[in-house]
Nanobody, 123 residues
Framework: QVQLVESGGGLVQAGGSLRLSCADS????????MAWFRQAPGKEREFVSA????????YHADSVKGRFTISRDNAKNTVYLQMNSLKPEDTAVYYC????????????????WGQGTQVTVSS
């Protein structure tokens, strides 16, 4: 069973940085591709970043490319999202998600989800 818990959200000024963490209490974390999605009020859930089970391959949405970095530590059952140069339009609830097999950018492909953590970027 995969149980995901996000942390690290908060309020930050534009141009600042935050690091999100997503910890899995299960025993098979290394078997799963992991991804981060976000959802702003009134908008659909949006893909942010994904990483393969081995961390060999990562993928970022164009809107965050060059600013956000996804990584994982399988020994700690944790995936991270380092967010730099934050913009007000990055404000959203951020969710981590897990799936077996290859990573994708489609939220419907992911079976396991965390509860979300709020990120607010002030201008």
């Amino acid at each position: 069973q995969v149980q995901l818990v996000e942390s690290g959200g908060g309020l930050v000024q534009a141009g600042g940085s935050l690091r999100l963490s997503c910890a899995d209490s299960g025993r098979t974390f290394s078997n799963y591709a992991m991804a981060w999605f976000r959802q702003a009020p009134g908008k659909e859930r949006e893909f942010v970043s994904a990483i393969s089970w081995s961390a060999a391959v990562t993928y970022h949405a164009d809107s965050v490319k060059g600013r956000f970095t996804i990584s994982r530590d399988n020994a700690k059952n944790t995936v991270y999202l380092q967010m730099n140069s934050l913009k007000p339009e990055d404000t959203a609830v951020y969710y981590c998600a897990a799936r077996r097999g290859a990573y994708t950018g489609d939220p419907s492909d992911y079976v396991y989800w965390g509860q979300g953590t709020q990120v607010t970027v002030s201008s």
